[in-house]
């Protein structure tokens, strides 16, 4: 005879699910699994600001893939941190230009991750200057991968430093209203 679906549900284990190192140390959530090993793999959503506690984080999501479980235990690694389509959605205006980079990089250690950015202009811009302003920011991208480990590289993007030097590299071309990560993904 089958097994009733509360029956199952008393016999699953919970699992305490920890972030990287890097965003913090402390638990995020918990969720069920028959046994360990069916919980390796599994990717898990999160707002940023769940585990940074800073409200400019809000409209970033996390995606963390638990690699290993240690007893009740799930510790995960980094998948992609996105910014909602919502957010992303509301920085562009009538009678301004967006500008959607994707650069496939390497980090200094030789870890592979793609790092998507926006780059919103003041003005309307024509195309010769779209293509200045995506060829500056993948040349930034690609040096800064380059001489920095995936981990400083997403520090930066998070406390706004790579966005500082990304707007100075660019202000030349065209005055930048917004510059925002878009998705980074690992």
Known sequence: ??????????????????????????????????????????????????????????????????SKVNGNSAITELNFIEQTYSYIHSLVRRHSSAIYTIDKLSDKDGRKFVLKLLAVTTTKIRTPKQMAIRKAIGELAKEYAASHTVDEVLTAILDNTFKGEAVKRVTNIAPLSKFELKRIEF
């Not at 919970?14 to 390796?40: C, Q, R």
């Not at 959503?45 to 984080?57: A, D, F, L, N, Q």
């Open 1 to 66: 005879m089958a097994q009733k679906s509360g029956e199952k549900w008393k016999s699953k284990q919970w699992f305490n699910v920890y972030p990287p190192k890097l965003l913090g140390e402390s638990a995020i959530g918990e969720i069920p699994a028959d046994d360990g090993k069916s919980v390796v793999g599994r990717v898990i959503k999160v707002s940023m600001s769940w585990i940074t506690h800073r409200p400019e984080h809000s409209f970033m999501v996390v995606g963390l893939r638990v």
